[in-house]
């Protein structure tokens, strides 16, 4: 079936240490985006990539780093320097060709630093 | 800039009442305008979505109806069920971007 896989599913982490969350998707879609989610706080944008080897920062990027070698993976990690890191993290993927086209989501990581 | 705006939440109602959850937007150009739903402990998935002005999105009893001419895209319900407990986003896209612009969720809660 296609879709949008991210794993791990939920992650424990000490602090000062980096992380990655892998995020992969065989629906053959350009775009893709890592959210942060938060209680109450909606949907935030970390960075987005619109084809390989190229990526933007989003709304909240400081401490996260992505990388885009292949169409179909987009993992991210999460470093040292993000100072609240504990969230629920959600990769998603879209075609670029219409702004009709909705977006694809993983069913999240969920992240908790000890 | 785009932004959307949500009715705050939670909304709480009994089995098989009526639902609304208010959505407006504004927007450079016309934008595409979806409702994406959250059960609890995962992602996002679309519920229903409008690229035109009067056009209605409808899926699974929701609907949701483009208005141009007072900027929103309500979400309504004739009868909910406890199954239907979920966060609602309501989301456009507009202006030649692809990054969709989100509101922050109306928390859904249904007592049987």
């Known amino acids: 079936d296609g879709g949008i896989t991210q794993s791990p599913k939920y992650l424990f982490r000490k602090e000062g240490q980096n992380v990655t969350l892998s995020c992969e998707q065989n629906?053959?879609?350009?775009?893709m985006y890592w959210y942060r989610q938060d209680p109450g706080q909606g949907l935030r944008l970390i960075y987005y990539?619109?084809?390989?080897?190229?990526?933007q920062k989003g709304d909240i990027a400081e401490g996260y780093s992505v990388s885009r070698e292949k169409k179909e993976s987009f993992p991210l990690t999460v470093t040292s320097a993000q100072k609240n890191p504990t969230a629920f993290y959600l990769c998603?993927?879209?075609?670029?060709?219409?702004?009709?086209?909705?977006?694809?989501f993983g069913e999240g990581s969920r992240l908790t630093v000890l | 800039g785009n932004s959307v705006t949500q009715m705050e939440g939670p909304v709480t109602l009994s089995e098989e009442a009526f639902l609304t959850i208010n959505c407006t937007y504004t927007?450079?150009?016309?934008?595409?305008l979806f409702w994406y739903v959250q059960y609890p402990g995962e992602g996002l998935q679309l519920l229903l979505k409008?690229?035109?002005?009067?056009d209605k999105g409808s899926n699974k009893g929701f609907e949701a109806t483009y208005r141009k001419e007072t900027t929103s895209f309500h979400l309504e319900k004739g009868s909910v069920q406890v199954s239907d407990s979920a966060v609602y986003f309501c989301?456009?896209?507009?202006?030649?971007?692809?990054?969709?612009?989100f509101g922050r969720g109306t928390s859904l809660i249904v007592h049987p």
């Open positions: 927007a450079t150009g016309y934008p595409s």
């Open positions: 989301a456009l896209k507009s202006g030649g971007s692809y990054i969709p612009t």
């Open positions: 998603a993927s879209s075609p670029l060709d219409s702004e009709g086209g909705e977006l694809f």
């Open positions: 629906l053959n879609h350009d775009a």
């Open positions: 409008a690229t035109k002005a009067d």
């Open positions: 990539s619109q084809i390989v080897n190229d990526f």
